[in-house]
């Protein structure tokens, strides 16, 4: 384990493989795999400050491709697995992520539900670009706020 840590902490100390390896963690982190991408953002930023907003945008770039990829395989789901009944709960869900509409991928951000909501979009038919569109949105705040809150509770010393 320690030598695994080692080795990401090396790429990310290099600006030409931190950006990459950054996208990558971001884009798997999207799908609904349990991987979280902020500490290679964030490691990243510590280690190069001056690739902050880079490292926002790739992370956001590679987070929402990773949603859209979500959307797909929900909307595959729908169609592979037909018809199904479903809990009282369940169609109060959907009617409200159907009354929502696209703007209910800007929660793509949250942990837990977030991902899963990106493939509930793609199961509903709900709109393949606005729902990529809002899904950008909230996955750029995300990275902004948690990135910015990260630098104000850890402002140095962190990753020497």
């Given at each position: 384990?320690?030598?695994?840590?080692?080795?990401?902490?090396?790429?990310?100390?290099?600006?030409?493989?931190?950006?990459?390896?950054?996208?990558?963690?971001?884009?798997?982190?999207?799908?609904?795999?349990?991987?979280?991408?902020?500490?290679?953002?964030?490691?990243l930023?510590?280690?190069?400050?001056?690739?902050?907003?880079?490292?926002?945008?790739?992370?956001?770039?590679?987070?929402?491709?990773?949603?859209?990829l979500?959307?797909?395989?929900?909307?595959?789901?729908?169609?592979?697995?037909?018809?199904?009944?479903?809990?009282?709960?369940?169609?109060?869900?959907?009617?409200?992520?159907e009354?929502?509409?696209?703007?209910?991928?800007?929660?793509?951000?949250?942990?837990?539900?977030?991902?899963?909501?990106?493939?509930?979009?793609g199961?509903?038919?709900?709109?393949?670009?606005?729902?990529?569109?809002?899904?950008?949105?909230?996955?750029?705040?995300?990275?902004?706020?948690?990135?910015?809150?990260?630098?104000?509770?850890?402002?140095?010393?962190?990753?020497?």
């Open positions: 384990m320690e030598l695994w840590l080692d080795q990401l902490l090396h790429w990310l100390a290099l600006p030409q493989h931190g950006l990459s390896t950054v996208f990558v963690a971001a884009f798997v982190s999207a799908t609904l795999l349990p991987l979280g991408s902020e500490p290679a953002v964030f490691g930023i510590k280690l190069n400050p001056e690739l902050f907003w880079s490292a926002i945008a790739v992370g956001t770039a590679g987070n929402t491709l990773g949603g859209m979500t959307w797909w395989m929900g909307r595959g789901g729908r169609a592979a697995m037909g018809p199904q009944q479903a809990s009282t709960s369940h169609l109060r869900a959907l009617a409200w992520l009354k929502l509409g696209p703007k209910a991928c800007l929660l793509s951000w949250l942990p837990v539900v977030g991902d899963p909501l990106c493939a509930v979009a199961w509903l038919k709900l709109p393949f670009w606005p729902c990529t569109f809002y899904m950008a949105i909230g996955k750029f705040l995300r990275y902004l706020c948690m990135s910015l809150a990260l630098l104000w509770f850890f402002p140095q010393g962190v990753m020497a």
